[in-house]
């Protein structure tokens, strides 16, 4: 009976997979992202600073900055108060991801008992001026203050990330292990005839994404659009590689190759 | 004879039988431009003469088509705004006008309508003590239906009353009601109009051109108020140059709405529309029906273009083809009459202007065009993208804003679709909020009518019915270029290949300092521009105002420079859909961006003829790639040639040339690339071509030209200097210093010459850049809020160093390195050899380098850094052979004193 039912299984999976190359379509080809490279290694040189620093101080247009600091947590669910926040920020309290930040959302509660830890805000800026009413100044990344239950973070560890332009060949990598924090992750995948194609990030969090070396685009989880392009002169016959960098970390596992854009 | 008799007796019975015939079968109008009753009603309660409800006559009289500004009524503005034109009467609030029409006996049995092709945006219309029709649109025509309500043979008392407050809560700064570009007024514009017409019209005609079949299908919405089955021939005429054809299709029905569809085969004759050939057909039907009891005849024509447009890999296609888009961004700036212009005249010269500057392309930015756009358009070969009046935070959740915007599309789509012209649409400008309505709309739209693209939304979030992406920005970098860079062997085109094609939004922006000469233009205008008169005033009482107009030509001159950079990185990227400059003319609103080679009478301000803007922006252009623009004179120079080429032919067996010039225009170097055949529709390489920089002992200015067929023609310029390997000698006479110590003091005392070369992280002031300001000081705010610099070319410090009185790349290795001082106590007299031009609000005296006596020493203030990459400036370099040869020559006699203290005032200690 119960061999009965497996062969009608494989009968219909038979069935799908014909009716399906029949009518064109190709199933996604998933790809495990199996090994991770840590981010200290794109660490630029630190600022000290006692304020928060924008990225125009720091001589960058767009790219990601690491604000750390020493905080005390004195009582549950503190709030955490950034009062400017361009373009995007992860926030972390030691490993602990606590939430992602917007301009148009700057606040967050702790999820930490109290104690000392390390206050790490993983911020982007996608490099765009803002038309608006509400923004005359063309700062960016984090300025202003930053404020825990209202009494303000000062002395501060500023870190440009080298994720822009970055050669990730220079990357080293070790066998994937749990982590919630920021980091590469490389993965191996196979390809019999390279064509046109989009990278399905559905899942993933903040980040960008490299193919065989090269540079092919950035994703965002509060986007619609859920897919990157990838040109076939970028893939090659047999084995390829793929490199993400993923801000947020949602522990995700793979990523898959698909016919079409995908949206949600 | 007799048969003339004949001919007479017909004719008399024609004569006889004309006015009846035509009653009964033609379209009758009254023109209603003239004189109306007019009334204010700033208190929005019907104020003693207002009530419709008893007839009462208004007491004041306007003239229609017009704008209550045209009449000087409303709030008398007594300020001056900095941040835009000010409207001399302002005017917000419903406004009554009133005329009593007779209603034409022989319209019995007619529909009647009142038409207004234009107003501001809620028009509702009472007849004698009844409102009997409202209608909000603000992108298309008011036609209301007053069939119901007046009675042909008697005079009705017609009231309208025109409402431009905001009708839903859109974004202050939609281009279709702003403030800052064409004014928020209250009027009814263009034609304006009773009509009456049979039972049975035709409402809407759409057609909808196939290539292929040569080909229309027509879609006709007949509207049947007869209450009965109607049988009838719908006549097709279609027309153009050398060309003509009738068909006659059937047509019956019974419903009140009758849809009717039909094929029309067009022939072999027939052509397609494109820019290169603006082919544009009328298309009239004619409509004859019958009941059982009587018979009816309307006509309606529109005119289209045979064209089809598609989502191309990179490209939009036009008919198969792909089309770079060179287009500018149109903001609703007319300032001469404070609403966009409703005349075939006033847009043909605007389009006209497109060619001349070689666009092909306008983007109507947060607001949609009045049809004469559209027809000056499809006749001169424009592409148009139009938006509804959407910005900002337009799609956070709102229904009734929601249910506004979804009939504003339809409407658009309806009025405007057949337009051969009208290619793209996008909902609106950098929208945020709920982006499953952007997408609804969107698909929608795309449901509606395929003759156009559609995207959801300008540089923001994407969405999946999107078919092109107008953006700073995709997910794979950014594609914006506000400014352009001393090399060019780079592009956008990795960036903007995506799964839509890209268009790079509102490039360019660069700030130009404003020309007061503009101010007398506007004396007939509803708005004037005061904050030129406070600008002005400002940099007079700064003791500057004689050198307003050096400024100008300045800073214009700079912003040419950096455009033409701009548009040829977007002419480099072959994967790139093209571009929308912000733009060709000035913007007079938030905060007045004065970025336009164009004023914003869309008058050139004389920086650049058409004929060289479009060596480097038409459908052909000749593209240099290459490293940098200063050179040491034993370097090489190398390029690649490549050829922009989206014209309407490929070039056969191309001849191409270079050749390098001097500043006198004599030919010093010069070769051939190997002919070729080059396709069109790409960016196509042309060769490779170099040549050693020896001989140059002097500094040179030299510009180096490429020449595809003699017609196409491009040139860039690149500046040679001797290695200048001493420089910054002190000697007996001469003592060059960094800081501003005892010893330097005593020099000065001494009656030595000095030259000061401050660290810049040492001088208090201003970060040096080469770009002027993007886009205007006042909106955006940010440091170091400079407009280019002012270079007097003529003063003899300048004597071994080529430049214009104004900055070109060969001033990038100077200003990146520099600081700006603020002067502001310096002597009035004093005028720095550098002068750095400071923003408009602010006005301010700003140098890099100056001159001064101070007490008996003469001093040279240079604040640029001479140390850091100092082996890899070769402009910097000779500029300090120049500042060398003039300090030690008999001509550096410094004639304004500064006190001693002054040098320490901007230096940091």
């Known amino acids: ?264 | 004879m007799n048969n003339i008799k004949h001919c007479y007796t017909f004719l008399l019975a024609m004569l006889v039988l004309m006015p009846f015939l035509s009653a009964r079968s033609q379209t009758h109008e009254i023109d209603l431009s003239g004189q109306w009753g007019f009334q204010t009603d700033v208190m929005d309660f019907r104020r003693g003469s207002l009530s419709p409800r008893y007839n009462h006559k208004l007491q004041e009289t306007i003239q229609l088509p017009g704008i209550t500004d045209d009449y000087q009524i409303g709030y008398k503005v007594p300020y001056r705004y900095i941040d835009r034109l000010t409207r001399k009467y302002e005017y917000m609030g419903p406004a009554w006008y009133q005329r009593d029409i007779e209603i034409p006996a022989a319209w019995k049995g007619k529909q009647i309508f009142i038409y207004f092709e234009r107003t501001h945006w809620l028009s509702s219309i009472y007849v004698d003590t009844k409102e009997v029709s409202k209608i909000d649109y603000i992108s298309v025509p008011h036609n209301h239906d007053l069939s119901a309500f007046v009675k042909p043979g008697k005079t009705h008392r017609i009231t309208v009353c025109i409402d431009n407050r905001f009708q839903y809560n859109t974004h202050k700064w939609d281009h279709a009601h702003t403030e800052f570009t064409q004014i928020n007024w209250n009027g009814i514009l263009g034609e304006m109009k009773l009509v009456a017409v049979d039972p049975v019209y035709i409402e809407d005609l759409q057609v909808y051109p196939n290539i292929n079949e040569k080909s229309i299908r027509v879609k006709m919405e007949i509207i049947n108020r007869t209450g009965k089955q109607i049988s009838g021939d719908a006549g097709f005429k279609v027309a153009g140059k050398n060309y003509n054809l009738s068909k006659v299709l059937r047509v019956s029905g019974k419903d009140s709405v009758i849809h009717f569809e039909g094929t029309i085969p067009l022939g072999k004759q027939i052509k397609l529309w494109d820019e290169f050939n603006p082919n544009v057909y009328d298309i009239t039907c004619q409509l004859n029906t019958s009941t059982d009891q009587a018979k009816y005849q309307h006509e309606k024509s529109v005119s289209f273009g045979m064209r089809e447009v598609k989502q191309g890999k990179n490209h939009v296609m036009i008919n198969n083809r792909p089309v770079h888009l060179r287009g500018n961004v149109e903001n609703a700036v007319f300032p001469k009459t404070g609403h966009a212009p409703v005349d075939d005249a006033e847009w043909e010269r605007i389009m006209l202007l497109m060619k001349a500057y070689g666009l092909n392309h306008l983007r109507f930015h947060s607001w949609c065009p009045p049809d004469a756009a559209f027809r000056m358009a499809d006749r001169y070969g424009i592409y148009f993208e139009v938006e509804m009046p959407m910005w900002g935070r337009d799609a956070e959740p709102d229904e009734a804003r929601y249910n506004f915007f979804r009939r504003e599309m339809s409407a658009i789509l309806k009025a405007y679709g057949n337009h051969p012209s009208f290619v793209l649409y996008c909902n609106g400008n950098e929208i945020t909020g709920n982006f499953d309505f952007i997408e609804q709309l969107t698909a929608s739209g795309r449901a509606m009518d395929e003759r156009h693209l559609f995207c959801g939304s300008t540089a923001r979030t994407r969405v999946k019915s999107d078919q092109f992406y107008v953006s700073q920005q995709t997910n794979k970098g950014p594609v914006k270029v506000y400014e352009g860079l001393p090399y060019t062997n780079w592009d956008v085109s990795k960036q903007s290949d995506v799964d839509v094609p890209v268009i790079s939004h509102e490039s360019g922006q660069r700030a130009i300092y404003p020309n007061f000469e503009e101010i007398k233009k506007y004396s007939k205008s509803p708005v004037e521009p005061r904050n030129f008169e406070v600008f002005r005033e400002q940099l007079e009482k700064n003791g500057m105002l004689d050198q307003a107009n050096d400024f100008f030509w300045a800073s214009g001159a700079l912003t040419v420079v950096e455009y033409k950079a701009v548009i040829e990185a977007l002419l480099r990227s072959s994967k790139s859909a093209g571009f929308q400059l912000l733009s060709l003319n000035d913007f007079p609103g938030q905060g007045y961006a004065s970025v336009g080679i164009l004023d914003p009478f869309w008058d050139s301000k004389g920086l650049v003829t058409p004929a060289k803007w479009r060596e480097f922006c038409a459908p052909t252009v000749a593209l240099l790639r290459y490293e940098k623009s200063a050179y040491f004179n034993d370097e090489t120079f190398s390029a690649d040639a490549e050829l922009y080429n989206f014209s309407a032919s490929g070039l056969k067996n191309a001849k191409i040339k270079w050749w390098l010039s001097d500043a006198s225009g004599k030919v010093l170097k010069r070769g051939n690339l190997p002919a070729q055949s080059l396709g069109t529709g790409d960016v196509f390489p042309l060769g490779k071509f170099s040549f050693d920089l020896k001989g140059h002992h002097q500094a040179e200015k030299l510009s180096v030209h490429v020449a595809v067929n003699d017609s196409i023609q491009n040139s860039w310029n690149i500046w040679v200097y001797p290695r200048n390997q001493q420089i910054m000698e002190s000697t007996n006479e001469v003592w060059y210093t960094r800081v501003y110590d005892e010893q330097t003091k005593q020099k000065l005392a001494a009656g030595a010459r000095v030259v000061f070369c401050p660290i810049p992280d040492q001088v208090k002031g201003r970060k040096s850049i080469f770009h002027n300001h993007f886009w205007n000081p006042i909106m955006f705010a940010w440091p170091p809020m400079t407009i280019g610099c002012l270079i007097h070319d003529k003063e003899p410090v300048f004597n071994n160093f080529v430049t214009a009185n104004h900055t070109d790349w060969q001033w990038w290795d100077i200003l990146n390195y520099a600081k700006v001082i603020e002067l502001k106590d310096a002597p009035g007299d004093l005028r720095p050899f550098i002068q750095v031009i400071d923003a408009n609000d602010n006005n301010e005296k700003l140098g890099i380098g100056f001159e001064a006596k101070v007490g008996k020493g003469k001093l040279l203030v240079l604040a640029v850094d001479t140390q850091k990459d100092i082996d890899k400036r070769p402009a910097t370099r000779q500029l300090l052979k120049s500042i060398d040869a003039y300090v030690k020559g008999n001509q550096f006699d410094p004639k304004i004193e500064v006190d001693p203290d002054f040098i320490n005032s901007f230096i940091n200690r």
Request: no cysteine.
């Open chain 1, 1 to 264: 009976m119960l061999k009965q039912f497996f062969k009608n299984i494989l009968k219909i999976s038979w069935l799908i997979t014909a009716l399906v190359s029949l009518s064109g379509f190709v199933l996604a080809q998933e790809i495990v992202l199996d090994k991770q490279a840590d981010l200290e290694q794109v660490y630029l040189k630190s600022n000290e600073s006692v304020g928060l620093l924008p990225m125009n101080d720091l001589d960058m247009e767009f790219g990601y900055v690491l604000y750390e600091s020493e905080i005390q947590v004195d009582q549950a669910n503190s709030v955490l108060e950034l009062e400017h926040v361009r373009d995007y920020a992860v926030v972390f309290v030691d490993e602990q991801l606590q939430g992602t930040l917007t301009d148009g959302r700057k606040k967050v509660s702790l999820k930490v008992t109290p104690g000392k830890y390390k206050l790490k805000l993983y911020v982007e800026n996608i490099g765009r001026i803002t038309y608006g009413p509400e923004i005359l100044d063309n700062s960016r990344g984090l300025f202003g203050s930053v404020s825990l239950n209202a009494g303000e973070i000062e002395n501060w560890t500023i870190t440009p990330l080298h994720i822009k332009g970055l050669d990730v060949a220079g990357l080293k990598f070790n066998a994937r292990r749990e982590s919630s924090v920021p980091g590469f992750l490389h993965g191996n995948f196979h390809i019999d005839h390279p064509k046109d194609g989009y990278l399905d990030i559905s899942g993933w969090g903040m980040g960008e994404v490299w193919i065989n070396g090269k540079y092919i685009g950035a994703f965002w989880e509060e986007e619609k659009q859920q897919s990157i392009q990838v040109s076939a002169d970028l893939l090659q016959k047999g084995q390829n590689e793929i490199t993400v960098f993923e801000l947020k970390n949602s522990g995700q596992k793979t990523m898959k190759i698909t016919d079409q854009p995908v949206f949600k």
